[in-house]
């Protein structure tokens, strides 16, 4: 049977497994906001979607209640508003970088 430390340590390297795979999917998720602003800018469009800005985030909070419903685990509506927002923050400012 495992010590406390050796369990300690198998929980700790699954959850930076799983931090490595969310700055995957980031990383992903900003290549493809790239992909998006190269397409608005060919079409004339503005960076800067405010009704798309808050359906992500809506999603994203839909996301928590789905979750919370299930009882998988607890994601609070909260802290996933906050998280989509400040993806869409950096992500529009890398945009706006750009179009300098």
Do not use: H
């Amino acid at each position: 049977m495992p010590s406390g430390d050796e369990k300690l340590e198998e929980i700790r390297k699954r959850i930076d497994e799983i931090d490595d795979a969310i700055a995957d999917l980031l990383s992903k998720r900003m290549y493809y906001a790239n992909e998006t602003k190269n397409e608005k800018q060919r079409m004339k469009m503005l960076i800067v979607d405010e009704q798309r800005q808050s359906e992500v985030i809506e999603k994203w909070c839909k996301r928590a209640r789905k979750n919370r419903e299930s009882r998988e685990y607890d994601l609070s509506e909260e802290m996933m508003r906050k998280i989509a927002e400040l993806i869409i923050e950096y992500t529009v400012k890398k945009e706006m970088e750009g179009q300098q």
